[in-house]
Each structure stands twice: as structure tokens, then as C-alpha cells.
């Protein structure tokens, strides 16, 4: 069974920094696309980053680019994020998600599983 379980949430100033954890167990990041999507009050969930294949490609939203970063770290299967120069608008709940496929997918009804999501406030 594939579990995640993110961490790292907290609330920051803006133009502060972030690192958001997603301990995963149960799968092998070789087989599976793995991502960061958040989703804030009253607004549907998006993608921020993703990471997939044997070569660890990377995927970023407009938003994310050159801001965020994502990695995965094979020993330890935790994946990631990044956040610098943090903005109020990335204040969200932020999920882990895992979608069994090489292929990169964007949208969010095509990831199962979820981790239980971290909250992340950027106050200005």
C-alpha cells in the first residue's frame, strides 16, 4: 500500500523560504510520477512541480519556475520542495501525490494516492 506523508509546513514572511518533505513508502519512484500540488481557499487544486523517470526529469508550473524546486532523494524515499522568495499567494494546503506511470500528468484526478497535505501561510 502506498503511503505519503508530507511535512514542513509553517508560516513565513514573505520572501522567506520553505522546505516541504513527502516521506513515501510502498512504491519505487521509478515507477510513478511524483508531485506537489496545493490548493488555497476556494480555488481548485494545482500542480506545482513534478518528478519522474530514471533520469529524475522536472516538471514546474508557471508559478514555481525559478522559484521552486523539487527533488527526490532514492534512498531515503522522500521527495522535496523546495520554496524560495516565497509571495502571499502561495499561501495553500500543499499535497504530495503519486500517479503508477511514466508519463507526466498535470492535472490532479489522474494522482492517487494523497498524502494528508501541509499548510503553508506567507504573511507579508
Known amino acids: 500500500q502506498v503511503q505519503l506523508v508530507e511535512s514542513g509546513g509553517g508560516l513565513v514572511h514573505t520572501g522567506g523560504s520553505l522546505r516541504l518533505s513527502c516521506a513515501a513508502s510502498?512504491?519505487?519512484?521509478?515507477?510513478?510520477?511524483m508531485a506537489w500540488f496545493r490548493q488555497a481557499p476556494g480555488k481548485e487544486r494545482e500542480m506545482v512541480a513534478a518528478i519522474y523517470g530514471s533520469d529524475s526529469s522536472t516538471y514546474y508550473a508557471d508559478h514555481a519556475k525559478g522559484r521552486f524546486t523539487i527533488s527526490r532523494d532514492s534512498a531515503k524515499f522522500t521527495v522535496d520542495l523546495q520554496m524560495n522568495s516565497l509571495k502571499s499567494e502561495d499561501t495553500a494546503v500543499y499535497f504530495c501525490?503519486?500517479?503508477?506511470?511514466?508519463?507526466?500528468?498535470?492535472?490532479?484526478?489522474?494522482?492517487?494516492?494523497w498524502g494528508q497535505g501541509t499548510q503553508v501561510t506567507v504573511s507579508s
Open positions: 510502498g512504491l519505487s519512484f521509478s515507477d510513478y510520477v
Open positions: 501525490a503519486a500517479r503508477r506511470s511514466r508519463r507526466l500528468a498535470i492535472t490532479a484526478p489522474l494522482y492517487d494516492p
